[in-house]
T-cell receptor, first 113, second 109 residues
């Protein structure tokens, strides 16, 4: 069983709101990821981190920010939500800094009206 | 560029065997993962291949040919719960996973 948790699981908000999606893992993994996925589509990398105080941009990073102050915590913030942000957001952590399987959280399903 | 090619959808019968093929092109290669994803859920790890050959794990086996940029996932004794999407994800030279849309597998009784 993977110990990686995301909150909220579901969120409906209005356009222009600032939101933070939380992700925590208790496995002590250094590398963590945020992905966005629409139904039936591929995962798109938003941000990732190699460890504390490390954050890197993925392909969809321009409208969001992340922080990594503690190993176990990797929150994702959207400063101003838009309807185009409606999607499933998946957080994952990796057993090794290079290879190693990814463990995913259950996801946060965001709807922006 | 980097890309993954898998069939969009496959149908198989309960109790049968199915092979899901994947061809890939990546900038460098550091192994290939297969993940299972049920509708509305997060992906879960199935297998990892870094050397050529077949890796067997219970009802699931995964094969890799690095020279051909080819992998397959073999599922035996299919069960209804195997209905899901199967994602082939090679890892590139930067140790980033490259994700395709996956193959949706439908199991019929």
């Amino acid at each position: 069983e993977a110990d990686i948790y995301q909150t909220p699981r579901y969120l409906v908000i209005g356009t222009g709101k600032k939101i933070t999606l939380e992700c925590s893992q208790t496995m002590g993994h250094d590398k963590m990821y945020w992905y966005q996925q629409d139904p039936g589509m591929e995962l798109h990398l938003i941000h990732y981190s190699y460890g504390v105080n490390s954050t890197e941009k993925g392909d969809l990073s321009s409208e969001s920010t992340v922080s990594r102050i503690r190993t176990e915590h990797f929150p994702l913030t959207l400063e101003s939500a838009r309807p185009s942000h409606t999607s499933q957001y998946l957080c994952a952590s990796q057993t090794g800094w290079d290879t190693g399987e990814l463990f995913f959280g259950e996801g946060s399903r965001l709807t922006v009206l | 560029g980097q890309n993954i090619d898998q069939p969009t959808e496959m149908t198989a019968t309960e109790g049968a065997i199915v092979q899901i093929n994947c061809t890939y092109q990546t900038s460098g290669f550091n192994g290939l993962f297969w993940y299972q994803q049920h509708a509305g859920e997060a992906p879960t790890f199935l297998s990892y291949n870094v050397l050529d050959g077949l890796e067997e794990k219970g009802r699931f086996s995964s094969f890799l040919s690095r020279s051909k940029g080819y992998s397959y996932l073999l599922l035996k004794e299919l069960q209804m719960k195997d209905s899901a999407s199967y994602l082939c994800a090679p890892m590139d030279s930067n140790y980033q996973l490259i994700w395709g849309a996956g193959t949706k597998l439908i199991i019929k009784p």
